[in-house]
Each structure stands twice: as C-alpha cells, then as structure tokens.
C-alpha cells in the first residue's frame, strides 16, 4: 500500500462504527495523512457537501455522441463483437457502465450513446428502435432536464432504464424520489418481481429510490427490495417502457455474465 500510495486505516472497532452508522444513517468522513486533530477533521467532514441537490451527471456523461459495438467477455478471446445487430439502440450517459453497453450489444443491438442534455428530437432523428437511460451518479432530482427530456420520449420509442435512469424515469413520470438513509451497495440485495414473486439476488449501488406513492396512474411498482420495500422496478401500463434500480448487468467476473437485456420492439 505504501508502495503504491494508498490510505489505510487500523484500529478501528467495526462494531461500534456498524452501530453508529445504522443509528445515524450514512455519514460523510475525513481519512488524513496530514493532521491528527480530530476536531479539526471532523469540522471537514461536517463541511463536506453532500449529494443531495448536486447534479453529478454533468461531471461524468460524454461530450460527443458515439457508437459502441465491443461485445461481452469470451474465454480465450476477451472482449468481441456481438452478434449481428437487429435493432439500434440509443443510450443516455448518465455516467453509463461499459457492461451494459456490451449487454446490448450481445443481445443484437447497434448502440449510440448520446450526452445525458441531448434533446429529444435529435435523438428521435436517430430512428431507433429503442432508448436506454443509463446509471450515473448522484441525486436524480438535481437532473430535471434528463427527467424533461424523458418525458418527451414517453409513446414515441420504448424505453428502458437502470439504476439512475430507474429514478428519472419515475420522475419524468411524475414520481418523487427521496434520499435513503443507509443506501444500497454490493451484492446480495434480495429484490421479487411482483409479477411472478420470484426473489431475485441484485447488485446494488445507490443512494436514492423512487417514492413509491408519488406514482399514480399509468405506471406501476413491478420489482421492491425484501430488505425496505423501496422500489426497485416499474413499468408503463399502456407503452413499452419499464425500468429497474438493480444492476442486471453485473458480472461477478469473465467467466459469469448474467445479462438479462429486453428486446426492443416498437
């Protein structure tokens, strides 16, 4: 660690820090090299701002469209080309994991990825088949243009989102989302699928979830997390447009892809 310079910390008790934490909720917190004045670290830590109201997107989405065509991992071959493609797919990077991106490629789609502020119009010119709204950082409630921009796209293209595109697209639907206390990060995140009641064990990472009774009229709860009830998946109940807060795409490694991508059709 050292020789790669990166901080470590000991002698803490874990028991007490997992008390605290599930009393208070997530806390902000200062690793020093520097100083040993914990008053002095802790008056930082209290003055750290926090994700609520901070547009993130701006800071990780691309500056330029561009097409994605590299497929999922192969033993002995690495990262390939998918199958050939029967549909085109546009993506919004919201801060989009290169995985799901070889997960629409491996399921038969071309892939544009367009900046997360692209309008409407401009990605309907595209002609595609589908919309994707991708994970990303951060408060979705700070992103009101990608919820706008959503809202246009209802009826016109099937639409499909994960993780931070879940939460958009339950605003651009008229939906809350709010801050959770502890959030939900890593694996084994139990979620069912209201729809068959089957459990399903997801890969989780965010901070924030959709108000489940803010949603009224045309889109429904279809997936909730078995450890708080948050909501984990809608759908549209008249257009093909439905959504997911867990990763469908994590890959536990090379070798293990559980991809589960829809098929866009309009």
Known sequence: MQEHGIVGIEGVDTRSLVIHIRERGAQEGVISTVSRDSAELAAK???????????LVKNVTCQEPYRWDQGGWRMGGGFGPGREPEFH??????????????GLVDAGCSVTV??????ADDVLALEPDGIFLSNGPGDPAAVPYAADIVRQLVGRRPIFGI??????????MGGRTFKLKFGHHGGNQPVMDLTTEKVEITTQNHGFAVDADSLKGAVEVTHVNLNDRTVEGLRHREHPIFSVQYHPEASPDPTTRRTSFPVFAS
Do not use: M, S
């Open 45 to 55: 830590a209290q003055h750290i701002e926090g994700l609520v109201g901070r547009d």
């Open 163 to 172: 993780c931070l595109g879940h939460q958009i697209l339950g605003l651009a």
């Open 114 to 119: 367009v900046p997360a502020w692209t309008p």
């Open 89 to 102: 797919v546009v993506a919004y990077d919201y801060g989009i994991k290169f995985n799901i991106l070889r």
